[in-house]
């Protein structure tokens, strides 16, 4: 329960961060880039296209591995839900802030986005639940194509903001969801994640397990899937 817990918030603050770099409107993460190019295209929530990105990374995974666990797939989709959800709650809240007008304030909106994304991250990797779709996707593409899941992630990410600003392009004449921001988000969140995660993941791990008696991961037999070959 604790590690449902751990994830839960670990997904808001995932989405509490975007929605600060949408609001500082200097380009979101990659990982965003398409959900916010088919908002500010469609004129469709933030949460809505966060849901169809996401629909859209499951059906990758089902073309590349030519197979799924029904059970995967149902949680993937049950977690692009939640969190789509959270996006348009947190963008909402956010939002009641004062609008950042001025660059330096936008600039520190996009610093507060880095810190809380990447404290989101630790929360959500510590947890140890089901990858969500873009995640998983990275390492569908690692298996298939017989990468490191460095290159594997720097591929996707790339193939990620490359549709978007295309999509931004043909469709507003501008990079829209594309910016510095997504530069220094690819380069820095990485940073404050490796800064974090020593700090923070083993505190978070003696909590879930406070009580429990020779705690093994790896040991855990999760529930046999069931394989829809496809």
């Known amino acids: 329960m604790k590690r449902v817990i751990l ?19 200097l380009g979101v993460s ?3 880039s398409l959900a916010y190019a088919l908002s500010l295209t469609a004129g469709l929530s933030i949460g809505i296209t966060t849901i169809l990105a996401n629909i859209l990374f499951v059906a ?21 839900l939640l969190f789509g959800f959270f996006m348009d709650a947190t963008l909402l ?6 609008n950042p007008e001025i660059l330096l304030t936008r600039f ?6 880095l810190f809380i994304i990447s404290a989101g991250l ?25 990468l490191k899941f460095s290159k594997a992630k720097i591929t996707s990410d790339l193939l990620n903001v490359g549709i978007a600003g295309a999509v931004c392009l043909v469709f507003i ?10 530069i220094l ?3 820095y969140i990485g940073k404050v994640l490796g800064f974090m995660m020593p700090r923070f993941k083993q505190p978070l791990h003696k909590w879930i397990y406070r009580g429990v008696k020779e705690v093994n991961l790896e040991d855990e037999v999760p529930m046999k899937p069931i394989k829809l070959k496809l």
């Open 93 to 98: 809240l956010v939002q009641l802030l004062p």
């Open 122 to 146: 630790v929360a959500y990797f510590t947890a140890k639940l089901p990858l969500m779709p873009y995640d998983a996707l990275t390492y569908v593409i690692s298996e298939r194509f017989d």
């Open 7 to 25: 994830y839960i918030i670990g997904l808001f603050l995932l989405s509490l961060g975007v929605s600060f770099s949408i609001q500082a409107n």
């Open 60 to 80: 990758l995974q089902v073309i590349l591995k030519k197979r799924i666990e029904l059970r995967e797939l149902f949680l993937q989709l049950l977690v692009a």
């Open 108 to 113: 520190a909106f996009l610093v507060i986005s």
């Open 173 to 182: 004449q501008s990079l829209g969801s594309i910016g510095i921001g997504t």
């Open 30 to 32: 990659p990982v965003s």
């Open 185 to 187: 988000a690819a380069y």
